[in-house]
C-alpha cells in the first residue's frame, strides 16, 4: 500500500487492479437487520450513511451491531457508495453487538408414530403401546393396508368426478 497525502488514508489496489481510498473513520449504527446480516453507519463527520455487512464485523461469535453503537469503521467506495471494510469498537476493541438474535424458523413438520398413530408425542421405536397390528392409515381397519383402502379410492374418484363437471 502506498500512503497518500492525506493523513489516515491508503490507497490501496484490489486483485482486478481497481484504486479506492480507504480511511479510519468513527460513527454510529444507524441500523442493524440481523436476520439479513448487513445494516448502516452514519458517520460523525456528516459524510453519507457506510453501508456494512456482518462479515467485516470485528467481534466473537454472532456478529451484529447495535443501534446507537460507537464504531471505528475503514471504509472504501464502490459502485453503489461508501462501504465498510473494517468495523471495530472504539480504538479498535471489539463491537459491543446487539442482544437481538434471528428468529429461528419453525419447522411445520408433524411426527406421527406408525405403531399407534399419535401424532406428535413420540415415534414408533419409543412407543410405549407395544406391537400393534398392521393397518391402514387412511381409515385403521386392520383388513387391508392404505395402498388397497376403498375410502381412498371413493375419495379420489369422487375428486376426479368434481373436476369433470366443473366448467373451464
Known amino acids: 500500500m502506498e500512503s497518500t497525502a492525506g493523513q489516515g488514508q491508503d490507497r490501496s489496489t484490489d486483485c482486478s487492479g481497481n484504486s479506492s481510498i480507504t480511511s479510519r473513520k468513527r460513527g454510529r449504527c444507524k ?3 440481523v436476520t ?3 445494516g448502516f453507519i452514519t458517520l460523525h463527520d456528516g459524510s453519507p450513511d457506510v453501508f456494512v455487512h456482518q462479515s467485516v464485523i470485528r467481534m466473537n461469535g454472532f456478529r451484529n451491531l447495535a443501534e446507537g453503537e460507537e464504531v471505528e469503521l475503514e ?4 459502485d453503489k457508495g461508501a462501504e465498510a471494510t473494517i468495523v471495530t469498537g472504539p480504538g479498535g476493541t471489539e463491537c459491543r453487538g446487539s442482544h437481538r438474535q434471528p428468529r ?3 419447522k411445520s413438520k ?6 399407534c398413530g399419535v401424532v406428535g408425542s ?4 419409543k412407543c410405549t403401546v407395544g406391537p400393534q ?3 391402514c392409515h387412511q381409515c385403521k381397519s386392520e383388513e387391508h393396508l392404505i395402498s388397497d383402502c376403498p375410502s381412498k379410492f371413493r375419495n379420489r374418484s369422487i375428486k376426479t368426478e368434481r373436476k369433470v363437471d366443473e366448467p373451464s
Open 31 to 33: 441500523w442493524f437487520n
Open 36 to 38: 439479513k446480516g448487513w
Open 75 to 78: 471504509t472504501k467506495y464502490a
Open 104 to 106: 429461528k424458523q419453525m
Open 110 to 115: 408433524r411426527i406421527r408414530c406408525y405403531n
Open 122 to 125: 413420540h415415534i414408533a421405536p
Open 133 to 135: 397390528p398392521k393397518r
